[in-house]
């Protein structure tokens, strides 16, 4: 694997939801030793990074998101011999670790929050957010994500907490020094041990309204609708942006380390609030997650406007990145259809944006996503929203390695049930078939690891009259790469006016085509097959 001189620009990313990658020990439950041994299949896939969803010691209330203790690997994934192991063999092969920060709240099995609670004199009672209750009134109208009142009534000391997810999940007082030291703290232990950097939860909610004003309600707004809050308080304060600095100066002290921030945002969005956790784009976060495509239509303008805006929102100095699914939204080719045709068009997006690519394991093979029976629902979302919200085990089900009884995941019976259809969709029968998803996403990542336009380039939309098909350039000194999607399943012409703009050459050559179908031109168009995507570029 070649190496990148910022390999967090330049090289691919691959999400790993550690419960459902692979089982090692047979309990059903994917481990750390599972990811060891998978480690030939991500080289030869040709990924630069892993991000680890959380492994550290947790209740699982919320699969980890929950963490009890930063330092101790949870026993269900291993020990913390065997994280230093894949710290070691990922680097041995090239690729990096990132691990995930949970650190707007903590699990209320966490020691600080032992010791919180414990009584209003203790030195950790302000590590969390507590308030009077006279008459048993909440502090104020703030909404759980996962439902219900954000604040918890404690019988012990008769006063309420704060948590903006589930009431074991209590938030983090930010607004308290002590907090910060003792995280960087934690985020250091790990740094040192050679992790390469951290994919922070939720951060744009840490630091909340120091006077926890009440948040305004929406009227008439079609947002999810046990949400009915706008999240003025208790969202993007501006005292965030100071602590990213401080921790951007902190991981500064190490080498080639990352930082990629979740902004949680309504829908439809909000790229320039998302940008701005970037900062000037060398003192806060190094990227940030842009989640406009887990949620958009098949329509090829939409994907433009989005692309146009996120570029627009990060301006020159902020690196962008791209993701289509991850471990709370429905898979992306779920929600295209479960049509791979789609899929691949939609890989060839993602992989010739500007800026790094996520991939969500299971992503390169077309897994697909179903909720699980409603008496099989393990999230905590699904358990309180179903009906209205099935919750996110549809995405988390295990990976499909082989068609071998437990599809290669596991021997035993699977933490969470596999995809029905698992036996239609494997790795190593996709390895078989040339024209698969699997090798379309091997194929096109060692065309990208090899090629600085694509990876480094401009890029710049071009106009046509073909409303579904999305034309772009990439442009690198004097190397230019011409993309071209057909998000309709008939046919298109474009004009060899509009691919001379892209090619720099009235000639072309084809570097990558999604369909086996050859590519025709007449003497002035070029006819692009119904789902088919090129890649351009200059010569014969
Ligand atoms: O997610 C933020 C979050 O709460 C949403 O993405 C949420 O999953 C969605 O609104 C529910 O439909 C992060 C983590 O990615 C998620 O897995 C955690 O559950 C959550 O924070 C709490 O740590
Ligand atoms: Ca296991």
Redesign the pocket.
């Known amino acids: 694997m070649k190496r990148f001189e910022t390999w967090w620009k330049e090289g691919v990313i691959y999400q790993i939801y550690p419960r459902s990658f692979r089982d090692s020990n047979h309990d059903g439950i994917g481990d750390l030793k599972g990811i060891i041994e998978s480690l030939e299949y991500l080289q030869w896939l040709g990924i630069c990074a892993i991000w680890l969803s959380p492994v550290y010691l947790s209740p699982m209330k919320?699969f980890g998101?929950d963490i009890e203790d930063y330092r101790i690997i949870d026993p269900l994934f291993g020990s913390n011999e065997d994280m230093y192991e894949l710290i070691e063999a990922a680097h041995a092969k090239g690729i990096r670790i990132i691990m995930d920060m949970?650190i707007n709240h903590t699990s209320d099995r966490h020691r600080w929050f032992i010791e919180s609670a414990s009584s209003i004199d203790s030195k950790y009672r302000n590590f969390y957010m507590w308030h009077d209750a006279p008459s048993r009134k909440k502090p104020n109208n703030w909404k759980a994500?996962f439902g219900g009142s954000a604040w918890e009534f404690d019988k012990h000391s008769s006063q309420y907490y704060l948590h903006s997810?589930l009431a074991s999940?209590p938030d983090l007082n930010w607004r308290n020094p002590d907090v910060e030291k003792a995280i960087f703290n934690e985020m250091a232990f790990w740094l040192d041990k050679g992790v390469d950097g951290y994919r922070l939860?939720?951060i744009n909610l840490i630091v909340k309204d120091a006077l926890f004003r009440d948040n305004p309600k929406t009227i008439g707004e079609t947002i999810r609708a046990y949400d009915m809050q706008r999240h003025v308080y208790d969202r993007d304060q501006n005292e965030t942006h100071n602590v990213l600095r401080r921790m951007r100066s902190m991981t500064e002290h190490y080498d080639k380390r990352m930082l990629v921030g979740?902004i949680?945002v309504e829908k439809p969005g909000n790229p320039e609030m998302t940008a701005s956790y970037q900062g000037n784009g060398n003192d806060e976060l190094h990227l940030t997650f842009n989640f406009a495509y887990n949620w958009i239509a098949w329509d090829a303008l939409r994907w433009r406007k989005e692309a146009e805006h996120w570029y627009r929102a990060l301006k020159d100095e902020r690196w962008p990145s791209w993701v289509l699914s991850n471990?709370?939204v429905k898979r992306s080719i779920t929600r295209f259809g479960n049509d791979v045709q789609r899929a691949k068009i939609s890989a060839l997006f993602l992989l010739t944006q500007r800026g790094t690519p996520f991939l969500y394991y299971g992503e390169e093979i077309g897994m697909q996503d179903k909720p699980v029976a409603p008496w099989e629902i393990k999230d905590p979302?699904g358990r309180h929203y179903w009906p209205f919200?099935p919750g996110?085990d549809g995405q988390r089900r295990p990976m499909q390695w082989n068609s071998d009884a437990g599809f290669g995941f596991s021997t035993v019976k699977p933490w969470l049930p596999y995809h029905p259809d698992a036996k239609k969709n494997t790795v190593e029968q996709q390895k078989h078939e040339k024209n698969s998803l699997l090798h379309l996403y091997h194929d096109l990542i060692a065309i990208r690891n090899h090629d600085e336009a694509l990876r480094l380039g401009t890029i710049r939309f071009l106009d046509h009259e073909q409303a579904d098909v999305l034309a772009y350039v990439r442009e690198y000194g004097q190397i230019s790469r011409l993309v071209l999607l057909n998000f309709s399943k008939d046919a298109r012409q474009i004009p060899l006016s509009l691919i001379a703009q892209g090619t720099q050459d009235a000639a072309f050559r084809v570097i990558f085509n999604t369909t086996s179908s050859l590519v025709e031109t007449t003497d002035t168009h070029l006819v692009l097959g119904g789902y088919q995507g090129l890649l351009l570029c200059e010569g014969e």
């Open positions: 919320d998101y949970v994500a997810f999940q939860d939720v979740e949680m471990h709370d979302v919200h996110r």
